[in-house]
């Protein structure tokens, strides 16, 4: 929903947070790996990364940027592409480099990689069992602290969109927003005049509401928590509305009743699960010292 470039967003991102891991690791920007030390400093080492789930790929540039903060000349091979899927039993990528920095780096590689994975599996199942509707899905701000960008094009990898990228790139206007602003009326008003040029969404909590949305011209209309009768009713007061306004279900989502609120005729179904409800993938690195 939101077309927001965010490359250089995300590119900073990556590169922070991963030398971020690897201080958190180190004890600071020249701590030492005690254990790794006992291996003499030139010996060198070839590894296997294994995935014991079946997941999406997702992180690769997290995993790559983790050994070139610790050493430029490890090389990693990979079998696949962020955003391909994979069986349990799949060796994503090989490593070959010093033995020191593989070691010290391999934790903090496979957890960014396992999250984002996961993220990016967690979506795939989702955006499946709407695949075939016209309805879009979309993530939240429900996101791991420091990693927005990577969980969000996780979820791009994944087969999802993102909604607004967070506060400065559209508005979301909510019920504390509208008792705040003096109502949905006042609320949509200002921020027309504010920043016309702003992605403009209010949340509703029942049809009264919607009617009031639509009549206010917001560009998007969440539809919070509204059990399918409602969301049925909703999509047929907006048809016959001269708004153009976009209709979003949001609350009490889960793979079992995606599909049947997509067919309600909704345009977009927010998940926030995508991103909080995840369950890391199990991943392995077997290492050889050459």
């Known amino acids: 929903m939101n077309n927001l470039p965010y490359q250089a967003y995300l590119d900073r991102e990556i590169n922070q947070s991963c030398i971020n891991a690897i201080h958190e690791d180190l004890g600071g920007k020249h701590g030492i790996d005690l254990?790794?030390?006992?291996?003499?400093?030139?010996?060198?080492?070839?590894?296997t990364l294994i995935s014991r789930d079946d997941g999406v790929l997702c992180g690769k540039a997290w995993f790559n940027k983790v050994f070139e903060v610790l050493d430029n000349d490890i090389e990693v091979k990979w079998a696949f592409e962020d955003g391909q899927a994979f069986k349990a039993g799949s060796t994503l990528c090989t490593l070959n480099g010093n033995a020191r920095a593989i070691l010290t780096g391999e934790r903090s590689a496979m957890n960014f990689l396992q999250t984002l994975s996961a993220t990016a599996t967690v979506t795939q199942q989702y955006s499946a069992q709407i695949a075939t509707t016209n309805c879009k899905l979309?993530?939240?701000?429900?996101?791991?602290?420091?990693?927005?960008?990577?969980q969000k094009y996780a979820v791009r990898c994944g087969g999802g969109e993102n909604h607004r990228i967070g506060l400065f790139d559209a508005f979301l206007i909510k019920e504390n927003h509208i008792m705040a602003c003096g109502g949905i009326k006042q609320a949509l008003a200002t921020a027309i005049k504010q920043a016309p040029d702003k992605l403009l969404e209010i949340e509703v909590e029942n049809l009264d509401e919607l009617k009031?949305?639509?009549?206010?011209?917001?560009?998007?209309?969440?539809?919070?928590?509204?059990?399918?009768?409602?969301?049925?009713?909703?999509?047929?007061?907006?048809?016959?509305?001269p708004s153009r306004s976009k209709l979003e279900a949001?609350?009490?989502?889960?793979?079992?009743?995606?599909?049947?609120?997509?067919e309600t005729g909704v345009d977009f179904i927010s998940v926030g699960a995508l991103t909080k409800h995840i369950q890391a993938l199990d991943l392995s690195l077997r290492i050889n010292i050459d």
Not at 250 to 262: E, K, M, Q
């Open 138 to 150: 979309l993530d939240t701000r429900k996101t791991l602290p420091g990693m927005r960008f990577g």
């Open 35 to 47: 254990t790794a030390s006992l291996i003499p400093e030139k010996n060198r080492a070839h590894a």
């Open 250 to 262: 949001s609350g009490n989502l889960s793979l079992d009743n995606i599909r049947t609120i997509a």
């Open 212 to 241: 009031q949305a639509l009549d206010g011209k917001a560009q998007v209309i969440m539809l919070d928590n509204f059990d399918l009768n409602a969301l049925r009713e909703a999509v047929a007061i907006r048809n016959d509305h």
